[in-house]
């Protein structure tokens, strides 16, 4: 019998949900009656591409006896960010001052970027 389950892509761009990838490869697995935890780690690096397979990979040299739930964990808490806050941050990088723009229109759409972040800036 073949293989006719096809495990979810991850890349770890804002639009995917960590808890849907989790949910989808818990169904692959109780439907294939996988319940061996380091079989179930293996089959999870498959799932991943580009930033999420390069978290996954350091995050398992750092930490090789991680179990499956505390892998699960950190990666919900690394992926599972708002998505308007990784929007926010693309918005901030490419902030400019517009040509006929006062320097306090300017200085309202900063500190409104910043707000939608949740980023901690010093006063400095």
Not at 12 to 34: C, H, K, M, R
Not at 44 to 61: G, H, M, P, S
Not at 78 to 103: R, Y
Request: proline share 2%.
């Amino acid at each position: 019998m073949t293989n006719t389950m096809n495990m979810l892509i991850f890349k770890g761009i804002g639009s995917d949900d960590p808890e849907y990838l989790w949910f989808v490869t818990n169904v692959v697995w109780i439907a294939q009656q996988i319940t061996d935890d380091n079989i179930k780690k293996d089959q999870l690096v498959t799932t991943l591409q580009d930033r999420a397979l390069t978290w996954y990979i350091k995050y398992c040299a750092n930490n090789p006896h991680a179990s499956l739930a505390e892998t699960q964990t950190t990666f919900n808490k690394e992926f599972g960010k708002p998505k308007s806050e990784a929007q926010s941050l693309i918005e901030f990088k490419e902030i400019m001052m517009k040509v006929e723009e006062t320097t306090w229109d300017f200085d309202q759409r900063l500190k409104f970027q910043i707000r939608q972040s949740n980023m901690q800036v010093s006063d400095r």
